[in-house]
T-cell receptor
Framework: EAGVAQSPRYKIIEKRQSVAFWCNPISGHATLYWYQQILGQGPKLLIQFQNNGVVDDSQLPKDRFSAERLKGVDSTLKIQPAKLEDSAVYLC??????????FGPGTRLTVL | QKEVEQNSGPLSVPEGAIASLNCTYSDRGSQSFFWYRQYSGKSPELIMSIYSNGDKEDGRFTAQLNKASQYVSLLIRDSQPSDSATYLCGNSGAGSYQLTFGKGTKLSVIP
């Protein structure tokens, strides 16, 4: 069974630039999550999708972050404009059950 | 504010010893509890889940839950150098798929 796929794996941008991350969940997983993990901290949930609907985006900085999940499968997370404090690993996860969240390899973002 | 607290470590144990990792949480409505292992530069992977008070064993791993004390722990018996990683404690509320994670405890198993 293929795991959660993410791209790119690494991204370096200047502040105020925009960036987009892509995630392809495990086939059949209806729930998809985007997490932000800053160095030395645990993952923080940014947004949760159930199929192509948003369940929770309460911790998503909506003035600069946006996310969509087209057709209930792939998802993209965008940051525009990026700030220095956005430097982090962005993790995508998917699940069928609450006790089985599978994480992708993550995208390491560096904002200079 | 739902919080999960963990000692960031590092926790160092000799090979073959028992490693004990602890976690407390603030949300009394929490129903599900999880331990994830994260190797440096890698993504988290689920190693244990526990839902009711008491102990749950899986191989060398034992999770312990005490809802009255809002406390969950992970014991690793016969620790191996390959167990060296950061261990993340997470929980979720009833019927919720949303996990709140602690900052993680870094474990080093010394050969």
């Amino acid at each position: 069974e293929a795991g959660v796929a993410q791209s790119p794996r690494y991204k370096i941008i200047e502040k105020r630039q925009s960036v987009a991350f892509w995630c392809n969940p495990i086939s059949g997983h209806a729930t998809l999550y985007w997490y932000q993990q800053i160095l030395g901290q645990g993952p923080k949930l940014l947004i949760q999708f159930q199929n192509n609907g948003v369940v929770d985006d309460s911790q998503l900085p909506k003035d600069r972050f946006s996310a969509e999940r087209l057709k209930g499968v792939d998802s993209t997370l965008k940051i525009q404009p990026a700030k220095l404090e956005d430097s982090a690993v962005y993790l995508c996860a998917s699940s069928m059950r609450v006790d089985e969240q599978f994480f992708g390899p993550g995208t390491r973002l560096t904002v200079l | 504010q739902k919080e999960v607290e963990q000692n960031s470590g590092p926790l160092s144990v000799p090979e073959g010893a028992i490693a004990s990792l602890n976690c407390t949480y603030s949300d009394r409505g929490s129903q599900s509890f999880f331990w994830y292992r994260q190797y440096s530069g890698k993504s988290p992977e689920l190693i244990m889940s526990i839902y009711s008070n008491g102990d749950k064993e899986d191989g060398r791993f034992t999770a312990q839950l005490n809802k009255a004390s809002q406390y969950v722990s992970l014991l690793i018996r016969d620790s191996q150098p390959s167990d060296s990683a950061t261990y993340l404690c997470g929980n979720s509320g009833a019927g919720s798929y949303q996990l709140t994670f602690g900052k993680g405890t870094k474990l080093s198993v010394i050969p």
